[in-house]
């Protein structure tokens, strides 16, 4: 029985091709912008939860303000933070700093400028689990003159060649030894650096003082709570020591010096301070264009839901004949269903397929990686499975109601058709779907 109604559903569909064809394509077209705007709205919210503790990570920002109400809000710390927490604070499991260096980088013949270098503490490696290729994370650059670099910088500056051992130049002044080499950072971190120099030039490079200033800023400060901590309540503790340290100098310049913690998992889309790494992503629009994804998708679904029920009244008289020859309500209905079925098996299809041809265009647009492979996440997979059957359901309930309940006596006059009901419905069904393209 039910493939006797799979191909009854089959032959009108290509009887009609020209009204299955708009039906798939405007299916079609609705899903595979839903989609591509699903996965932009995903990879944004994505930033930097990667990493295995990224919930118990926090940035250390730094906010100073006068007596006049001006205020300097920071993404950076002053540089004796870090140390003071190190020694007083056992609810910091790990913290780490590094410092941005942006000058040009000599081996051999190849020099470049370099804006994604970092000097960093060795314990950047245990705050964050970044994926190391060769060399010894934690003690490859707690010497001096030691580097670590990208796999994407070793091919840039060393080709085939092994690049252990060998040594590059920075701004002519220092000399570092490659020891290790680590995986690129991925493109969905708020932090990305293709090179790591030891901290001890740092400190070699600009002298001792500038680990004792409060007054500094431009160290990016990282750390790990343990767990059960409460973020507020630990920041509470800092501005004892802030008061302890700095107070009275503060109070001499009348000054104020908060430490703040934020939450490296909402850096990318909440931050919009001083000195950020890079320019951050907005929540808001990120939000909207998660509203937005789902007004196209309903547009879609109207669309469907509109012509289906337009359509439906030029085949009330096979649905009347159909019931004078014995067919039940139910019977009725799973071949609608089926047909319904059918035209969004084949929208989908023809989304995946749209997706494919237009994802590389799409990322060069967002800014998304040109490689990315949204085939190979699960979440994509059950989306699209989740987002098959509602659209079956939604696309197709209220078509197989509205023709399933004509009365068979007046459809075979041929009275539904010119209903004042069937019309209506018709109008307020294109009504609606202006009214949400005009909220768009």
């Known amino acids: 029985m039910k493939a006797y109604f799979f191909r009854i559903s089959l032959r009108n569909i290509l009887k009609n091709r020209l009204y299955s064809i708009i039906n798939i394509l405007g299916l079609a077209a609705g899903l595979s912008a839903f989609l591509l705007i699903i996965v932009y709205v995903r990879y944004q919210k994505s930033y930097d939860t990667f990493y295995k503790d990224y919930d118990r990570i926090y940035r250390l920002r730094y906010e100073r303000s006068s007596a006049g109400d001006e ?4 993404a950076s710390c002053c540089p004796p933070a870090a140390l003071r927490i190190r020694e007083l604070y056992p609810e910091a499991e790990k913290i780490a700093r590094i410092f941005r260096y942006r000058a040009t980088v000599i081996f051999g013949e190849k020099r470049y400028y370099e ?8 314990q950047i490696f ?3 689990d970044f994926e190391m290729i060769t060399g010894d994370a934690l003690n490859g650059i707690k010497n001096a003159n030691c580097a670590f670099i990208s796999e994407s910088y070793a091919r840039k500056y060393f080709g085939d060649i092994d690049p252990l051992g060998k040594t590059i130049n920075v701004d002519k002044e220092m000399s570092f030894v490659i020891t290790g080499v680590f995986k690129d950072i991925p493109d969905n971190s708020h932090l990305k650096f293709d090179i790591l120099l030891s901290w001890p030039n740092l400190i070699t490079h600009y002298g001792t003082d500038i680990e004792s ?10 750390l790990v709570l343990k767990r059960g901590v409460e973020a507020q309540i630990f920041e509470n503790k800092l501005k ?3 008061e302890r340290d700095f107070g009275e100098v ?13 939450p490296l998992a909402d850096i990318h889309l909440n931050s919009n301070y001083m000195q950020e790494l890079e320019i951050n992503g907005n929540r808001n629009s990120v939000r909207f264009l998660g509203i ?15 012509i289906t029920t337009a ?6 008289m096979e649905v009347g004949l159909s019931k004078v020859t014995g067919a039940s309500k139910l019977q009725l209905s799973m071949q609608f269903f089926i047909e319904t079925f059918i035209i969004n098996i084949a929208a989908f299809v023809t989304s995946l397929a749209l997706l494919i041809l237009f994802l590389p265009a799409f990322c060069n647009l967002t800014g998304m990686p040109s490689d990315y492979n949204l085939f190979a996440f699960g979440w994509f997979w059950s989306l699209t499975g989740s987002l098959l059957v509602i659209s079956i359901i939604v696309s197709g309930l209220y078509p197989v109601f509205v023709i399933t309940s004509f009365k068979t006596s007046e459809v075979l006059r041929g009275k539904y058709v010119h209903s004042k009901g069937g019309i209506f419905t018709r109008k307020l069904l294109v009504l609606f779907q202006l009214l949400m393209a005009i909220s768009l």
Request: charged residues 20%.
């Open 311 to 316: 359509r439906s009244l030029t085949r009330a």
């Open 213 to 222: 200033s409060w007054g500094d800023t431009g160290f990016f400060t990282y």
């Open 292 to 306: 937005i994804a789902f007004f196209i998708l309903l547009i879609a679904w109207v669309n469907y839901i509109n």
């Open 240 to 242: 004892t020591l802030v």
């Open 250 to 262: 503060l109070r001499t310049y009348k000054l104020t010096l908060d430490l703040k913690l934020q």
């Open 126 to 128: 245990e705050v964050f």
């Open 115 to 122: 804006e994604r270098m970092y000097f960093a503490e060795y």
């Open 71 to 74: 205020s300097a809000r920071f």
